[in-house]
């Protein structure tokens, strides 16, 4: 057995070392008694900028971890360490084959669950591997020339490839620590086991990704890039085959399809194949950038240059419409990206790389949509997102440059110059023009608000660049209690494209829980 002590401070200042003999003091009892000692888990508290500190969660045992607790009934932090679950699969010794769609995180944890379960996996991905994807991204934010195969959002790695790449997730799930410790042995930092708000940087990712695609492949998982769920053939209210690219088909016993949020012509297949979808809630914004050194003096103080690059959450209800205004996927230390997928349609993200040491921060600031604002049609909000992309287009001139305007100017008129990471560059545009009125609306009232949060966030050294629609997939895939498409047997969604997930974290998490399910549909057919 092992003993959790949570809520330890330290010093920024004090050495870690210092964690046993604080754990001693408190439970009264001598540090030299406290064996196989780690930390569990590791946070900032800034709250109070004059004494910043270090919280910690520590693992150790004791020959006389009874008597601790029984000494230390009164501690409601101390506890008995939790018991990891068994997630093993039963290896399958039957043949029987699985269509993985999509290498964003859900289609590839699920592939390595399966696979190494003994499932026959065919992995598909309508971009390309990652090493030739990087280049093709690169090219277009230098040229603006973009291709629609090979983008920010479709490719090995999935959109989450391009982003700053946060594990984080309000998901409490038996198999997060095992994501972390496979991405970990994919040759992520180490230090994601322990962090309170992990990241890898789209430049460790890439690589992360690399490593993945090997173990895949050792497994015998055939992988297919370049390729492209078109169709699905249907016997009896069952899918049995897909048909890749308009042409191969491809028998399995279930499709696992995790196509990412923005995969458009997917959800038109579905919709023919009367697959059932529903209408979806997603948020809608701009970017905003501020130097990186002036939102570390906001959040950390006097001691800003002591501390890693700085992040920040923000919320305001907007009680005159009842819209939510939001943060959305702070990049710290990072740029700002146009992530455009489609020819004449503008998108913009943010990433960050490992070490966040770019000049600026960036930040979604996002106002909840929901399908009355479309008329309520299921594949209504792709076209809600695509006329507000095009005007983004438009008003940038062509060429994929990004409208822009000062924050200020934005909020009251007042002027200020506007300068962006984001290529190939920015334009300067009456940003109102590129939203619908009510997001305009609701920004200008919450950013105030967000100023009382964040004193000094209200600046002329700040820049809004729009627009931001990607937040979350506007469809999602209807499935049971059994993972199952409720309409389609054989068909599980799975991830953010299916609307089941938001971020790298909890599509992992859902790509396991398909696999799990996948699985005990096939055992039960071997049985």
């Known amino acids: 057995m092992a003993l959790w002590l949570r809520g330890l401070n330290l010093d920024l200042t004090d050495s870690e070392s210092l964690l046993p003999d604080l754990v001693a003091r408190e439970l009264g009892t001598d540090a030299e008694s406290l064996k196989d000692f780690t930390i569990v888990r590791r946070s900032l508290d800034a709250r109070k900028k004059t004494r910043v500190r270090r919280v910690y969660t520590v693992e150790f045992t004791s020959a006389n971890e009874e008597l601790l607790l029984e000494k230390n009934r009164e501690n ?30 859900a289609g590839l944890f699920a592939a390595k669950r399966l696979a190494e379960a003994g499932v026959e996996v065919t992995l598909i991905e309508r971009g390309r591997p990652v090493e030739q994807r990087v280049k093709d991204v690169e090219k277009f934010w230098l040229t603006g020339e973009l291709d629609t195969i090979s983008n920010v959002q479709f490719g090995e790695g999935g959109a989450g490839t391009f982003s700053d790449g946060k594990l984080t997730t309000r998901l409490k799930h038996p198999l997060r620590a095992s994501v972390l410790e496979t ?20 430049d460790r990712l890439r690589k992360v990704v690399l490593a993945f695609r090997h173990y895949l492949s050792g497994l015998g998982v055939e992988l297919k890039f370049e390729t492209c769920l078109t169709n699905l053939e249907i016997h009896q209210g069952r899918v049995v085959a897909g048909v890749l690219n308009d042409s191969d088909r491809l028998p399995c016993d279930a499709v696992v399809l995790a196509p990412g949020h923005s995969a458009r012509d997917t959800y038109a297949m579905l919709e023919r194949n009367g697959v059932q979808l529903d209408a979806k809630s997603f948020a809608l914004g701009v970017r905003v950038e501020h130097p990186a050194e002036l939102i ?19 919320r305001y209800n907007d009680t005159e419409t009842g819209r939510g205004v939001y943060s959305f996927c702070m990049c710290p230390g990072g740029e700002v990206i146009n992530a455009a997928s489609e020819a004449g349609m503008l998108v913009v993200n943010g990433m960050s790389r490992a070490l966040r040491a770019s000049e600026f921060s960036n930040s979604a600031l996002v106002v909840s949509v929901n399908p009355d604002d479309w008329g309520g049609s299921r594949l209504g909000g792709i076209g809600f997102q695509q006329h507000w992309e095009r005007q ?7 060429g994929f440059m990004a409208p822009a305007q000062n924050l200020m100017t934005f909020l009251n008129g007042s002027q200020g110059p506007v300068m962006s990471t984001c290529r190939p560059g920015v334009v300067e545009v009456d940003l ?96």
């Open 183 to 202: 991405l970990v042995s994919f040759g992520a930092p180490k230090n994601i086991l322990i962090e309170a708000h992990p990241h890898v940087g789209t």
């Open 432 to 527: 109102p023009q590129v939203l619908p009125d009510f997001v305009t609306e609701c920004l200008r009232r919450a950013l105030p608000h967000f100023n009382r949060q964040m004193r000094g966030f209200l600046t002329a050294e700040a820049v809004l660049i729009g627009v931001e629609t990607r937040t979350s997939a506007p469809v999602r895939i209807t499935r049971n209690d059994q993972g199952e498409s409720v309409s389609h047997k054989g068909l599980f969604p799975a991830g953010e494209g299916a609307g089941y997930a938001g971020g790298i974290m909890s599509a992992a998490l859902d790509g396991l829980r398909a696999a799990e399910q996948v699985h005990s549909k096939v055992f039960r057919s071997c049985l």
């Open 392 to 398: 983004a287009f438009a008003a940038g001139g062509g």
């Open 76 to 105: 409601q932090r101390l506890e008995k360490a939790a018991t990891p679950a068994d997630t093993s699969l039963v290896k399958l010794t039957k043949g029987s084959r699985v269509l993985v769609v999509g290498m964003g995180p």
């Open 296 to 314: 570390n003096r906001i959040q950390y103080g006097t001691v800003a240059a002591e501390l890693p690059t700085a992040d920040y959450a923000l």
